[in-house]
């Protein structure tokens, strides 16, 4: 039966079948009549319906304000359909508050102090694995820590080089504009040795592995996370922190000081011959003063940031990945937190190590 709708002897009457498919054809008009209905604050016959529906319950609900007649004739079975509607919480919109800034920092911090959290107990976690497998060497994952040396360490050698090389031929052009207006040509050797092997060598391979190397582990992880891997390796019983998180730690902290050698070897390759194009410097007089002029001292403080840098990119991309919701808006999301996160760890660790080291390595005059 159609739903009707008549507002006779001082009441509102509804009959029929009050049911989406039902009042689909001239819902409008039901509406319509419903909210006229509504505004004359009359009592309500509900007796003759035949059916009632969630929809029509709804409208029903909606008509009278979120709140019950004072006056209403309806069958216990409907009554119920109604008292479940009523039992929902209303739906309100979120409060549109101005920004405030002190909110804004609250957040920051407590998201700040979440994250940190979490990546110590990340840390904690890699020195149990790690006590764990001393007494067990057998359970080591040699196979995946050799793999995540190849893919971090030497699949980055040829992008790393290119980037060294194209930076030592910038930095020693630049120097050697302003050097020459001072009579100063053989001081190109010491800007170059000590700025690209104590800082820009190190700091420039961390900012290409943390976009490089560091999203792809938090993708990958992210990855697993979304087709249950994970869960999947804990249903088999196999911990994930030792196959798949301390591999990748342990690989790129080892892969990392290679990379940073290898990257200021072909800086200063490329600074060498840029110098020798603009200064007329000779090549031996370039390989004979480079280790009087810049101490041993920061080779090995180029090599120590290099294997902290890798540690903190690896622990930051895992941490990250580790998070990652089923969805692939949550998988770009921490993808991009990885990668943002550790660039930032990786400069304020290296501001530490500017303050720690501030008198190791630098030649006194």
């Known amino acids: 039966m159609t739903p009707q709708l008549q507002m006779t002897e ?53 008509v009278w304000r979120n709140a019950w007649p ?35 920092l609250g957040g920051l911090a407590l998201r700040f102090l979440d994250n940190a959290s979490g990546l110590l107990i990340l840390f904690g976690r890699l020195w149990l694995d790690l006590a764990y497998l001393a007494r067990h060497p057998g359970e080591f994952p ?33 120097s050697a504009l302003q050097l020459q207006s001072f009579g ?7 800007i170059l040795g000590i700025s690209i092997i104590r800082e820009l060598g190190p700091v420039l391979v961390a900012v290409l592995v943390a976009g490089r190397s560091g999203s792809a582990m938090t993708a990958q ?35 990392m000081p290679l990379v940073v050698l290898w990257t200021s070897a072909v800086a200063l390759a490329g600074g060498m011959l840029a110098a020798m194009a603009q200064l007329d410097l000779s090549l031996g007089y370039f390989i004979d003063s480079l280790p009087r002029t810049v101490p041993v001292a920061n080779l090995y403080i180029g090599l120590g940031k290099g294997v902290v840098f890798g540690f903190v990119i ?38 530490l190590f500017a303050i720690f080291t501030r008198h190791i390595g630098v030649p006194t005059l």
């Open 70 to 104: 004072t006056e209403l004739l309806i069958q216990p079975l409907h009554r119920q359909v109604l008292a479940r509607l009523a039992e929902l919480p209303a739906a309100t919109p979120p409060p549109s508050s101005p920004f405030n800034p002190l909110t804004a």
């Open 221 to 255: 992880i992210g990855v697993m996370r979304v087709t249950e891997e994970i869960d999947a390796l804990s249903a088999m019983g196999v911990a994930r922190s030792q196959r798949v998180v301390l591999p990748k730690i342990i690989g790129l902290t080892l892969a």
């Open 184 to 190: 100063a040509d053989i001081f190109i050797v010491n």
């Open 142 to 174: 040699w196979r995946e820590l050799s793999a995540n040396i190849y893919k971090s360490g030497a699949q980055a050698l040829p992008v790393a080089a290119l980037v060294g090389f194209l930076i030592g031929v910038t930095i020693s052009y630049l």
């Open 10 to 62: 001082g009441r509102v009457a509804l009959s029929g079948d009050w049911t989406l498919a039902a009042m689909l054809p001239r819902l409008d008009a039901l509406r319509r009549q419903l909210e006229q209905a509504g505004k004359a604050a009359l009592p309500w016959d509900l007796s003759q319906l035949e059916r009632l529906d969630s929809a029509a319950a709804a409208l029903l609900w909606r």
């Open 314 to 351: 690896a622990l930051v991309a895992c941490h990250f990945g580790l998070r990652v919701r089923p969805d692939t808006e949550s998988l770009s999301a921490n993808t991009t937190r990885a990668v943002v996160t550790a660039i930032t760890s990786v400069i304020l660790a290296d501001a």
